[in-house]
């Protein structure tokens, strides 16, 4: 039977290539971030950005080419504390907006309930229709790690909705008339933010920025600075010309 890398062979065609194709091995890594995340190799950059970030409850932002392993970061920083139930993403498409980091109340559902003509067994409450967004459950829980992936597939103004709530670590919510905040004396939570492309905006006045590597042979690092605010670093993952 052909090696994973050599399944395909166009001078036979029979019945082993069949069961070759059907039965191939893929190593449990792929396909999971959470599952290899152990194996991720941070570069020197990426250690003193996350440093960085975790002193100063800055949003840790990493830049780089697509594919280049920006996602796995946060996975591999969960596997390493051993938080790996700690980790809260949230995977932006361009119908997302900055609520959904904090939370969705689900309007429908409430409407339907206020005109139900079925008896209750108490009053209606806003709070049983609230669904906890990935912020809201990482200020509610020990230090975690939030991860907003792919930021710049969101409408334009995301990253200025998110501004206050990321340097404040608190937001109110209209529907309960509460304010959900992160415990006084708590270190914060570190926010992670992956942009899709190579380049991406930073949700708050300073960010911590930091590499990755893009595969087992090339790593692509570079140091430089944010130019919003009193930023430590950005770094963006590139090709080291030889």
């Given amino acids: 039977?052909?090696?994973a890398f050599h399944i395909l062979d166009?001078?036979?065609?029979?019945?082993?290539?069949?069961t070759a194709f059907e039965t191939q091995p893929i190593p449990p890594s792929i396909g999971s971030?959470?599952?290899?995340?152990?194996?991720?190799?941070p570069d020197k950059d990426l250690v003193v950005a996350v440093n960085a970030a975790l002193a100063i409850g800055a949003p840790l932002l990493i830049t780089g080419e697509p594919g280049t392993g920006k996602t796995q970061i946060?996975?591999?920083l969960a596997w390493h504390f051993g938080i790996e139930?700690?980790?809260?993403?949230l995977y932006v498409r361009s119908t997302t907006v900055a609520g959904d980091l904090l939370y969705r109340f689900d309007t429908v559902a409430y409407l339907h309930a206020a005109h139900d003509p079925a008896p209750r067994a108490g009053p209606l409450r806003?709070?049983?229709f609230i669904q906890k967004g990935p912020l809201w459950r990482a200020l509610q829980a020990k230090r975690s790690i939030v991860l907003i992936d792919e930021i710049d597939k969101a409408p334009?103004?995301?990253p200025n909705d998110l501004l206050h709530v990321l340097e404040q670590h608190s937001f109110p919510v209209m529907e309960t008339d509460?304010?959900?905040?992160?415990?006084?004396?708590?270190?914060p939570p570190l926010v992670v933010i992956s942009p899709a492309t190579a380049s991406g905006a930073c949700p708050s006045r300073s960010c911590a920025g930091a590499s990755s590597i893009t595969s087992s042979s090339t790593r692509r690092s570079f140091a430089g600075r944010w130019p919003r605010g009193p930023a430590i670093s950005r770094a963006s993952t590139r090709p080291r010309r030889r």
Avoid at 85 to 89: A, E, I
Avoid at 178 to 187: L, N
Wanted: aromatic letters at 14%; hydrophobic letters at 30%.
């Fill in 178 to 187: 509460e304010k959900i905040s992160r415990p006084e004396g708590e270190p």
């Fill in 33 to 41: 971030h959470k599952v290899a995340a152990q194996y991720f190799q």
């Fill in 85 to 89: 139930d700690r980790l809260f993403p």
């Fill in 74 to 76: 946060a996975y591999w």
């Fill in 126 to 128: 806003r709070a049983d």
């Fill in 1 to 3: 039977m052909p090696d």
């Fill in 10 to 18: 166009p001078a036979k065609r029979d019945p082993s290539q069949k």
């Fill in 156 to 158: 334009r103004d995301f």
